[in-house]
């Protein structure tokens, strides 16, 4: 069993920068794939980046691309996401996300484990 636990969020003006942070528990996770979403209230839950087990691998929507790096710290159990630039439109819940394949990475469906979710607010 994969716990997961999201710290970070906050609130934050156009423009600024957060730093989210995924912890998990096990002694599995250098072997998880990790992914961040996000959802707002009426809308699926929208992936957001993921990276593969070793880091060496990173994917983005292309609505963060650029603004965002993904990271991992398999001693330390945590990976984290950089967002800078944030606009209005990233206000939502963030929620790390975790998965043993490296497959349907956007699907939220596919992934086995997740966190409690960050609540994340950009203002103008």
């Known amino acids: 069993q994969v716990q997961l636990v999201e710290s970070g969020g906050g609130l934050v003006q156009a423009g600024g920068s957060l730093r989210l942070s995924c912890a998990a528990s096990?002694?599995?996770?250098?072997?998880?794939?990790m992914g961040w979403f996000r959802q707002t209230p009426g809308k699926e839950r929208e992936w957001v980046s993921a990276i593969s087990w070793s880091g060496g691998i990173k994917y983005y929507a292309d609505s963060v691309k650029g603004r965002s790096t993904i990271s991992r710290d398999n001693a330390q159990n945590t990976v984290c996401l950089q967002m800078n630039n944030l606009k209005p439109d990233a206000t939502a819940v963030y929620y790390c996300?975790?998965?043993?394949?490296?497959?349907?990475?956007?699907?939220?469906?596919?992934?086995?484990?997740w966190g409690q979710g960050t609540q994340v607010t950009v203002s103008l």
């Open positions: 096990g002694r599995t996770f250098s072997r998880l794939v």
């Open positions: 996300a975790a998965k043993y394949r490296e497959l349907s990475l956007a699907d939220a469906a596919n992934y086995d484990y």
